[in-house]
């Protein structure tokens, strides 16, 4: 079955340690997205990917870093350098046409202690 | 700067009854706007798409309208039902810079 797959579902950090969350869709789209979801709050979007090898920064890119090797995988790492990742992360992928829709994957929730 | 509204945090209505969320935009003029479902430690899942030359569309209970003059989409449930429960998300979109969702409805329907 075609989908998209992130891993781990949970992860705890202790604080000062980057950690990688993945990403990977066997659906063939060209787009991939992360974002970001607080208690209470909508999606924010952290970086974006249309294409190989090339990605865009969204509205909160401070303190994560992405890659785009294989148009299959779009890796987030959460750095040190992000003050408050505690959050549930969610990643998507989309056929890049006018009025696709954005597929989910299940969401992975990062604990910091 | 784009900005998203969604009416009131929660909604509570009562089974039967038509459920209606409302979600208003500014500062940008979206190709589409579409509508998505969210439960509790899931990833939202797709239920509706309108273009921006559409006024209405319908699928089984639900009915989006999109009003472009208004800046404004309204999201219908009719009949609504206790496994309609859920969180609501609105995402008008039509660019690589227009990726932006609403902080969402959470629905409530009472037995």
């Known amino acids: 079955d075609g989908g998209i797959t992130q891993s781990p579902k949970y992860l705890f950090r202790k604080e000062g340690q980057n950690v990688t969350l993945s990403c990977e869709q066997n659906?063939?789209?060209?787009?991939m997205y992360w974002y970001r979801q607080d208690p209470g709050q909508g999606l924010r979007l952290i970086y974006y990917?249309?294409?190989?090898?090339?990605?865009q920064k969204g509205d909160i890119a401070e303190g994560y870093s992405v890659s785009r090797e294989k148009k299959e995988s779009f890796p987030l790492t959460v750095t040190s350098a992000q003050k408050n990742p505690t959050a549930f992360y969610l990643c998507?992928?989309?056929?890049?046409?006018?009025?696709?829709?954005?597929?989910f994957g299940e969401g992975s929730r990062l604990t910091v202690l | 700067s784009q900005k998203i509204e969604q009416n009131s945090e929660a909604l509570n209505i009562q089974e039967g009854k038509t459920a209606t969320l409302t979600c208003n935009y500014t500062?940008?003029?979206?190709?589409?706007l579409q509508w998505y479902r969210q439960d509790p430690g899931r990833g939202p899942v797709f239920l509706l798409l309108i273009r921006e030359n559409e006024k209405e569309k319908r699928k089984e209970r639900l009915k989006v309208t999109f009003d472009t003059t208004l800046k404004q989409s309204l999201f219908h449930i009719t009949a609504s039902q206790p496994a309609d429960s859920a969180t609501y998300l609105c995402?008008?979109?039509?660019?690589?810079?227009?990726?932006?969702f609403g902080s969402g409805t959470q629905l409530t329907v009472l037995p």
């Open positions: 998507a992928s989309q056929y890049w046409r006018e009025g696709g829709e954005l597929f």
């Open positions: 995402f008008p979109a039509g660019s690589a810079r227009q990726l932006t």
């Open positions: 500062n940008y003029s979206p190709a589409y």
């Open positions: 659906l063939n789209h060209d787009a």
């Open positions: 990917s249309q294409i190989v090898n090339d990605f």
